[in-house]
């Protein structure tokens, strides 16, 4: 028998989401060696985050001068398809393919593409009220964040059942914000934790409504416990 693929199980969205990130990098590296793009390539990263990329200055032109125009709305969701580097690549783009095959297989697809999408922007949302710079927003670590609020939830409600300790299932995210803490420590940080942070916390509680059962499970589970 032929062995199957480990790419067929993975959720074709999940997949497209993967090979966007990588594609764009693909194309930035590619114009850096002067393949594609010419003398200018080597400049399409840093006009990619001029024109797709996220920053507080987007957020006040929405809400403080009305601008809804899809250039400025779209900020809110493209800035994770930016990375900065080869390593940001690499981690997000394979902790998109396994949270995303947990989170499709107990969620579905198309919750995972709009955990995707609501986590960027709440994060986008939140960095913007917060952080007092012009400093750029980019990057996918805010929605991988949230697909790991997402796991998180999943495996809180699964340890429940099981009458296992459920702080267990906040290892991950706890090992993650230890891991940035000591790279932070030696290279430096930024304030794009902060919109990281928003996506885990809005993943998990998005999770409450998209789980099986959604919130009236939740409830009842609540419920039984008191």
Known sequence: MKPESPFN??????????????GIEAVFQLANYGIIGGPRGVGWRVAAIEQFGFS????????????????????FVTYTFIQVQLIQVAFC????????????????????LFLYLATSIAGAVVFGLIVDSR????????????????????????????????????????????????????????SQWISEL????????????????????LVRRLRQRS
Do not use: C, H
Not at 9 to 22: G, T
Not at 64 to 72: A, I, K, L, R, T
Not at 198 to 217: D, E, M, N, V
């Open 93 to 112: 783009s394979a902790l998109i393919l396994a949270l995303g095959k947990f989170t499709a297989e107990y969620y579905g697809s198309l919750k995972v």
């Open 9 to 22: 199980a993975l959720p074709p969205l999940v997949v497209a989401l993967a090979l966007v990130i990588l």
């Open 135 to 190: 400093y750029p927003l980019v990057g996918a670590f805010t929605p991988v964040y949230g697909l790991i609020g997402a796991y998180t939830y999943a495996l809180w409600l699964r340890l429940g059942e099981a009458g296992q300790n459920q702080i267990m299932a906040f290892r991950l995210i706890g090992f993650l914000l230890m891991i940035q803490l000591i790279f932070g420590l030696i290279f430096g940080g930024n």
């Open 198 to 217: 928003t996506g885990f916390f809005a993943g998990f509680f998005l999770s409450t409504i998209l789980a099986p059962g959604g919130w009236a499970s």
């Open 56 to 75: 507080p200055a987007v957020l006040d032109r929405v809400l403080v001068s009305d601008d809804y125009s899809f250039e400025m709305l779209r900020r």
